[in-house]
T-cell receptor, first 111, second 117 residues
Framework: QKEVEQDPGPLSVPEGAIVSLNCTYSNSAFQYFMWYRQYSRKGPELLMYTYSSGNKEDGRFTAQVDKSSKYISLFIRDSQPSDSATYLCAMGYQAGTALIFGKGTTLSVSS | GAVVSQHPSWVICKSGTSVKIECRSLDFQATTMFWYRQFPKQSLMLMATSNEGSKATYEQGVEKDKFLINHASLTLSTLTVTSAHPEDSSFYIC?????????????FGPGTRLTVT
């Protein structure tokens, strides 16, 4: 079993839809949970960062971490065509160490 | 926000030659930089951790004699792919950790696409 599992999609939704992206993980030692957005042939861009469990909201984006279930989610409200990209979840054991990434989910939002 | 640059953004080289990729933190100092590799439709896989002034730490399965990493200053790390082969063709991405930063202060470069013919 891989450390981080993420459904690669693709996921296609109409503009304005609520999008739910998810990752599961196997190692309970992860403490830091991130979501990155990556456009084609570009480096990842940090969207959301959560330490330990709980929810975090930033504009149209909400990140949730459920450590008991080893499950994290990213919700995008009122999705826009500009949200079309690959979304990568990433996790870390401690500050200053490298991240373990999921495969990424490709999202397409149609207008 | 902090900016990390990579040079070149893409490179094509012949099999057997060496290629150097630079990763620079433009407006902050980074004692630690990470090098990742990403194949099409795959995740970013950590290759090595580069610490300024010391030897890089390589992940299992990554040949240190093939992928030479030098972190000569607090703003520059280089990855040299020696004797490149077609299977080394990939997207190489670096990230830089702002000194004393928490997990979210890891900034990624735009990536370098390497094609070996």
């Amino acid at each position: 079993q891989k450390e981080v599992e993420q459904d690669p999609g693709p996921l296609s939704v109409p503009e304005g839809a609520i999008v739910s992206l998810n990752c599961t993980y196997s190692n309970s030692a992860f403490q830091y949970f991130m979501w990155y957005r990556q456009y084609s042939r570009k480096g990842p861009e940090l969207l959301m960062y959560t330490y330990s469990s709980g929810n975090k909201e930033d504009g149209r984006f909400t990140a949730q971490v459920d450590k008991s279930s080893k499950y994290i989610s990213l919700f995008i409200r009122d999705s826009q065509p500009s949200d079309s990209a690959t979304y990568l979840c990433a996790m870390g054991y401690q500050a200053g160490t490298a991240l373990i990434f999921g495969k990424g989910t490709t999202l397409s939002v149609s207008s | 926000g902090a900016v990390v640059s990579q040079h070149p953004s893409w490179v094509i080289c012949k099999s057997g030659t060496s290629v150097k990729i630079e990763c620079r933190s433009l407006d902050f100092q980074a004692t630690t930089m990470f090098w990742y590799r990403q194949f099409p439709k795959q995740s970013l896989m950590l290759m090595a951790t580069s610490n300024e002034g010391s030897k890089a730490t390589y992940e299992q399965g990554v040949e240190k004699d093939k992928f030479l990493i030098n972190h000569a200053s607090l703003t520059l790390s280089t990855l040299t792919v020696t004797s490149a082969h077609p299977e080394d063709s990939s997207f190489y991405i670096c990230s830089a950790l702002a000194s004393g930063g928490m997990m979210d202060e890891q900034y990624f470069g735009p990536g370098t696409r390497l094609t070996v013919t």
